[in-house]
């Protein structure tokens, strides 16, 4: 199955900046997803973006907050801006290489906005 | 539309006890199951799966299978270790395209083993 890179860890940012984070796959898959875990509670998918295509978003999330890239097969990352406290959660990528394997994520990016 | 309903816990069991974590879902079609584990610190990880009736999904000495008739996907291990201790999250996805491939997730069961 795929390995997921994700960057950073965990970041401790003040209300009203930006953070951009990013995820590398070690093999080129068509599918990824960005999902958010509130402190305590389930994951959430905030949007899937597809190579060559703008991201689809979940209900409730909209571009101009979580705009997302994806370059290329292997590459994707989510920016959170213009952040509020109740943006502190964690965000997780992943990726669905082959059904056969199912979905893998990366190990999370810790966000705590001050 | 797709939802997943597990049990909340949180559940403590002693080192050696027999462990059951209920899920039961619903879907527009036949979906595959998962089940992930979420260590202290970690991220997700696939724990084990079912992609259609009557399978039965294994890994660790966890195992689970895929109930048609109750839309079910329980989760038991017949010992629990205390490194099992961890958050389990029982999933869904339909697999049929489109935003179909998402996974839906339950709400998670914080499970603690005790020495």
């Known amino acids: 199955s795929a390995v997921i890179s994700q960057k950073p860890s965990r970041d401790i940012c003040q209300r009203g900046t930006s953070l951009t984070i990013q995820c590398q796959v070690d093999?080129?898959?068509?599918?990824m997803f960005w999902y958010r875990q509130q402190p305590g509670q389930s994951l959430t998918l905030i949007a899937t973006?597809?190579?060559?295509?703008?991201?689809?978003?979940e209900s409730g999330f909209v571009i101009d907050k979580f705009p997302i890239s994806r370059p290329n097969l292997t590459f994707s990352t989510l920016t959170v801006s213009n952040m509020s406290p109740e943006d502190s959660s964690i965000y997780l990528c992943?990726?669905?290489?082959?059904?056969?394997?199912?979905?893998?994520f990366g190990s999370g990016t810790r966000l705590t906005v001050v | 539309g797709n939802s997943v309903t597990q049990m909340e816990g949180p559940v403590t069991l002693s080192e050696e006890a027999f462990l059951t974590i209920n899920c039961t879902y619903t879907?527009?079609?036949?979906?595959?199951l998962f089940w992930y584990v979420q260590y202290p610190g970690e991220g997700l990880q696939l724990l084990l799966k079912?992609?259609?009736?009557?399978d039965k999904g294994s890994n660790k000495g966890f195992e689970a299978t895929y109930r048609k008739e109750t839309t079910s996907f329980h989760l038991e291990k017949g010992s629990v270790q205390v490194s099992d201790s961890a958050v389990y999250f029982c999933?869904?996805?339909?697999?049929?395209?489109?935003?179909?491939?998402?996974?839906?997730f339950g709400k998670g069961t914080l499970l603690t083993v005790n020495p």
């Open positions: 992943s990726v669905l290489p082959q059904a056969a394997y199912g979905y893998t």
């Open positions: 093999s080129q898959v068509t599918m």
């Open positions: 973006a597809n190579q060559g295509s703008e991201a689809t978003y």
């Open positions: 879907a527009t079609g036949y979906p595959s």
């Open positions: 079912a992609t259609k009736a009557d």
């Open positions: 999933a869904l996805s339909l697999n049929s395209g489109g935003s179909n491939y998402k996974l839906t």
